[in-house]
């Protein structure tokens, strides 16, 4: 079986940073594509950014530049480096686990972050 816990999630200022971990628990880590979503309130789930089970990564044009996520294989945790947040970043993160050449997501339980002055 497959869990996810997110943790690091907080309250910070706007121009602040929060590092986000996915602590994954199960088998074959490695082979699990890894992706961070967020929603708001009132809005639709966005995926953020994803991080491959090789280490190549993709984000959300809204993030590109501040957002970084990396993984440590070793270690069986995904990141997810916030820099610059601003108050529209405000919102419920998730990570989720995708085993590669599959379609059926593991999701955890969301962890919140409020950019707020």
């Known amino acids: 079986q497959v869990q996810l816990v997110e943790s690091g999630g907080g309250l910070v200022q706007p121009g602040g940073s929060l590092r986000l971990s996915c602590a994954f628990s199960?088998?074959?880590?490695?082979?699990?594509?890894m992706g961070w979503y967020r929603q708001a309130p009132g809005q639709q789930r966005e995926l953020v950014a994803q991080?491959?089970?090789?280490?190549?990564?993709t984000y959300a044009d809204s993030v590109k530049g501040r957002f970084t996520t990396s993984r440590d294989n070793a270690e069986n945790t995904a990141y997810l480096q916030m820099n610059s947040l601003k108050a529209e970043d405000t919102a419920v993160y998730y990570c989720n686990a995708i085993q590669i050449m599959s379609n059926y997501a593991h999701w955890g339980q969301g962890t919140q972050v409020t950019v707020s002055s």
């Open positions: 199960g088998r074959s880590f490695s082979i699990y594509n």
């Open positions: 991080i491959f089970g090789g280490g190549s990564t």
